[in-house]
């Protein structure tokens, strides 16, 4: 099974950007579909963005759409959240996910702090 490991969080100020990357390691990264989802305090889970495993196909929360892009490099078992014009609200922790069908995610990594000041 695949193991996931999220970084790139931090503080940024309103307006900034960060991306997040997603080193999978253990099985081959291009046969999982991939997701990132965030959690704030309070709050649930959500999916942030989607991405089949050859990166054909997309998909974005309302929230974030023209502000974030997900992307991954199969080559290098790596996968990453851009993240531009960030919002106090995107405050949470971010996670790394993947499955082998999409939209099923049974693999999770710790999770990554973003924490956007105003």
């Known amino acids: 099974q695949v193991r996931l490991v999220e970084s790139g969080g931090g503080l940024v100020q309103t307006g900034g950007s960060l991306r997040l990357s997603c080193l999978a390691s253990g099985h081959t990264f291009s046969t999982y579909n991939m997701g990132w989802f965030r959690q704030a305090p309070g709050k649930g889970r959500e999916l942030v963005a989607a991405?089949?495993?050859?990166?054909?196909?997309?998909n974005y929360a309302d929230s974030v759409k023209g502000r974030f892009t997900i992307s991954r490099d199969n080559a290098k078992n790596m996968g990453y959240l851009q993240m531009n014009s960030l919002k106090p609200e995107d405050t949470a922790v971010y996670y790394c996910?993947?499955?082998?069908?999409?939209?099923?995610?049974?693999?999770w990594g710790q999770g990554t702090q973003v924490t956007v000041s105003s």
């Open positions: 996910a993947a499955g082998l069908s999409l939209g099923l995610y049974d693999v």
């Open positions: 991405q089949s495993l050859n990166g054909g196909w997309s």
